[in-house]
């Protein structure tokens, strides 16, 4: 009675079976096709090049690989490294002397913590780790198939993406509001280059087609910005730059990264909503690193923002949704799952990791519209 139900699963398996050796095949063929030529070849005149080069290639791609899952540095409790909490004094404002402490000879005025932590996120990205999205393994792709379009190698670079993102709203709001006093100051100079400098392509490799000829690569302008935001904190520190940390400018960069977390929010729902491929949906994880990366950054951004702004948000009341809006973005950051899966919402099988992530981002972004109604009241 069960001989057709084993037959059954007898043909199912051996099936499966030959699809995987047909994979299999298909995949080795240029390798076994190669060392046939190979051993078949002349002497070492012509092996010799080409073992060469056959080397160079393994060792380009051991290291990109390498360098696509070494994520170095990486932790979400890096805000816990700059101790906000001990920090008496706005941004911009002289530092309050200690009981009895001796004035300084020369004027020293409080840094700003949103520059610091602007410019430790570039440093984790291009320094502490090698910029993925401009490497040239990475821009060639997969047998011509872009990597964000395959479901490996591709989370680090969407990560640095979204970090990225974050940090580029945070210099563009420096410029226009937070490093000058509005209307009766120009644009600081070393905001204004750091701004520029991380607007730049995040694709750019030593060498281009579009326009054909030499470039500057990606990292090289953003390693320049991060040293603008850092001259920018000492001239701050000399009391010779402009942080200005009103009300109205707190409420107004809330809005901005509301706005931004906001779009990413939409692009995570279009796919969600859009496509139900599960473990198979190969862009779902570049959605999904993106957002994280994305909290990521505006998580410390959010964090300097807090010690920056602390007069502020003390006087209006804000301290207890702020620690609240902090521990939304920790709490985000605790979703960490090996595989991304895009299943049905309602689905038992597949999970839906991308609705999670975009619950945790509407929670998020809840906090900071509540934030910003109490401030503009």
């Keep these: 009675m069960l001989e057709p139900v084993v037959a059954f699963f007898q043909r199912l398996f051996s099936a499966i079976g030959r699809g995987l050796g047909l994979a299999i095949s298909w995949l080795l063929f240029p390798f076994v096709r190669f060392a046939g030529w190979f051993r078949a070849s002349g002497g070492w005149i012509v092996?010799?090049?080409?073992?060469?080069?056959?080397?160079?290639?393994?060792?380009?791609?051991?290291?990109?690989?390498?360098?696509?899952?070494?994520w170095t540095n990486f932790d979400p409790d890096y805000v816990n490294r700059y101790n906000f909490g001990e920090r008496k004094t706005d941004a911009g404002l002289p530092v309050k002397l200690a009981p009895g402490a001796a004035a300084p000879a020369t004027a020293n005025c409080e840094r700003s913590a949103i520059v610091d932590v602007a410019s430790d996120l570039i440093d984790f990205n291009v320094d502490e780790n090698a910029w993925i999205s401009s490497m040239l393994l990475y821009k060639a792709g997969f047998f011509g198939m872009d990597w964000d379009h395959t479901p490996f190698l591709d989370n680090k670079a969407s990560f640095q993406r979204g970090v990225n993102q974050a940090v580029r709203r945070t210099t563009v709001e420096l410029v226009d509001s937070l490093g000058r006093v509005r209307g009766t100051s120009g644009i600081n100079e070393n905001l204004q280059k750091a701004r520029s400098n991380m607007q730049f392509d995040e694709g750019a490799w030593y060498f281009g087609l579009d326009p054909f000829g030499p470039k500057t690569p990606t990292p090289s302008f953003y390693r320049s910005a991060k040293?603008?935001?850092?001259?920018?904190?000492?001239?701050?520190?000399?009391?010779?730059?402009?942080?200005?940390?009103?009300?109205?400018?707190?409420?107004?960069?809330?809005?901005r990264i509301s706005n931004d977390i906001g779009n990413t929010s939409a692009m995570i729902r279009e796919r969600s909503e859009d496509h139900n491929g599960g473990w198979f949906d190969t862009r779902a994880d570049d959605r999904f690193w993106f957002a994280y990366g994305q909290l990521y950054g505006y998580y410390g951004v959010m964090a300097a923002a807090g010690a920056d702004f602390d007069g502020v948000i003390t006087q209006r009341g804000l301290a207890p949704i702020w620690a609240e809006s902090l521990k939304q973005l920790r709490a985000a950051l605790r979703i960490q799952p090996a595989i991304i899966s895009n299943g049905r919402e309602d689905g038992w099988i597949m999970p839906t990791h991308l609705a999670t992530m975009g619950f945790y981002i509407l929670r998020v972004r809840s906090n900071l519209v509540e934030m910003r109604d109490i401030l503009a009241r």
């Design 47 to 70: 092996k010799g090049p080409v073992a060469a080069i056959v080397l160079l290639f393994v060792g380009l791609y051991g290291y990109f690989v390498y360098t696509t899952q070494a």
């Design 227 to 255: 040293r603008d935001l850092q001259a920018f904190n000492e001239s701050l520190v000399k009391c010779e730059a402009t942080f200005d940390g009103r009300s109205d400018n707190l409420i107004e960069f809330i809005d």
